[in-house]
């Protein structure tokens, strides 16, 4: 019965998808270049590891994971644009 609840808690693709589009649009926000970088990487990677996952109670399990990562990211955004540094970084001065 457990694993019903649990096929049932499954996302879809397209919730997924939103997920990691939501992740890659708050690492955009981050000032700092190192931050947003290593944001947008941390995300990639985490579901570049998770793409093979067939178990629907392991994809519930890794969308709740992303969803709580998400929240992080976004409270941290919110802190690092209050100290966000006054000189470009090095990598930013080349665009």
Same mark, same amino acid.
């Given at each position: ?6 096929? @049932?808690?499954? &996302?879809? /693709? $397209? %919730?997924?998808?939103? $997920? !990691? *589009? ?13 931050? *947003? +970088? =290593?944001?947008?990487?941390?995300? $990639?990677?985490?579901? *570049? ?6 178990? &629907?109670?392991?994809? @519930? ?5 992303? /969803?709580?990562? !998400? %929240? #992080?990211? /976004?409270?941290?955004?919110? #802190?690092?644009? $209050? =100290?966000? &540094? +006054? #000189?470009?970084?090095?990598? %930013?001065? /080349? *665009?």
């Amino acid at each position: 019965m457990a694993s019903s609840a649990a096929a @049932a808690a499954a &996302p879809s /693709k $397209l %919730e997924v998808l939103a $997920l !990691l *589009r939501s992740l890659l649009r708050t690492a955009g926000g981050f000032h700092d270049y190192n931050v *947003r +970088e =290593y944001t947008k990487r941390r995300a $990639l990677d985490g579901f *570049r590891h998770n793409k093979d996952l067939a178990d &629907p109670s392991a994809v @519930a399990a890794a969308f709740s994971d992303g /969803k709580s990562q !998400l %929240e #992080v990211a /976004k409270r941290q955004a919110i #802190v690092y644009s $209050l =100290y966000a &540094p +006054e #000189v470009k970084n090095v990598m %930013e001065l /080349k *665009r």
